[in-house]
């Protein structure tokens, strides 16, 4: 998928800690989750769900130092909350430098090695985030999509750094959970139960609408023979 396509939706999939969602008319049924790739090529897009765990790395330069362990410990409680959700399996990736690229807010990594079920997260400094309007915190969502199968295999988040250095855990864990729900696939909920609620309501667990719509999203493992002659 391009990355100038791309940029339109990480700009609609920022979380804001002040923003508030006009309310829209929708049927009392009407699910409350939504899907990010709704109405474009990739719809119903999500990863598969295979066994084998998606890593979540982390690029902390921008971080100040005495707060490094406070972003891998929110990083690791907000694997946790999706892992408890049984949605995914995810694991934490360790250090992988990236390049953050402030035109798209996309992140690739730095030594150019593309990793299938893989997220990048980073940290970017006031410098660098041209791409974030004042109140946004944190900006995420899918960069490598499989065409025939709408499977996703990369994905990045980015988080402001002026945030991330001084908010306490609980606050940091709850951008980052919403966040991974962008990288899911999963767009704004309507409902102020959902992690994915388009404001930062103090969640600390998913929400019905999290669960069904991260069930909904996942596509079928399918497992490649590597020598189908053997
Ligand atoms: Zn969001």
Redesign the pocket.
């Known amino acids: 998928m391009s990355m100038r396509r791309l940029a339109t939706w990480l700009a609609a999939?920022?979380?804001s800690t002040t923003a508030l969602i006009a309310p829209t008319a929708v049927a009392d049924d009407a699910p409350a989750w939504t899907s990010i790739f709704a109405g474009t090529q990739f719809d119903g897009a999500g990863w598969s769900a295979c066994p084998d765990p998606i890593h979540v790395s982390v690029d902390s330069r921008a971080v100040d130092p005495a707060r490094r362990s406070t972003l891998v410990k929110a990083t690791k409680r907000a694997l946790a909350m999706w892992n408890r959700g049984h949605v995914v399996t995810f694991a934490y990736g360790g250090e992988v430098p990236v390049a953050f690229d402030s035109a798209t807010g996309v992140s690739r990594p730095a030594d150019g090695v593309d990793r299938d079920r893989w997220i990048y997260f980073t940290v970017v400094t006031d410098r660098q985030k041209s791409g974030f309007d004042p109140f946004i915190v944190?900006l995420a969502g899918p960069i490598r999509v499989e065409t025939t199968t709408h499977t996703i295999l990369e994905a990045s988040a980015a988080f402001r750094a002026s945030y991330v250095n001084r908010v306490p855990l609980a606050q940091s864990t709850e951008v980052i959970a919403?966040?991974l729900?962008?990288v899911i696939g999963l767009g704004?909920s309507r409902s102020r139960r959902d992690l994915?609620f388009?404001t930062l309501l103090g969640a600390t667990d998913l929400g019905p609408g999290d669960r069904a719509g991260g069930w909904a999203l996942l596509q079928p493992c399918r497992v490649v023979t590597a020598d189908a002659s053997a």
Request: without cysteine; aromatic residues 0%.
């Open positions: 999939l920022a979380v944190g919403h966040e729900g962008h704004h994915m388009g």
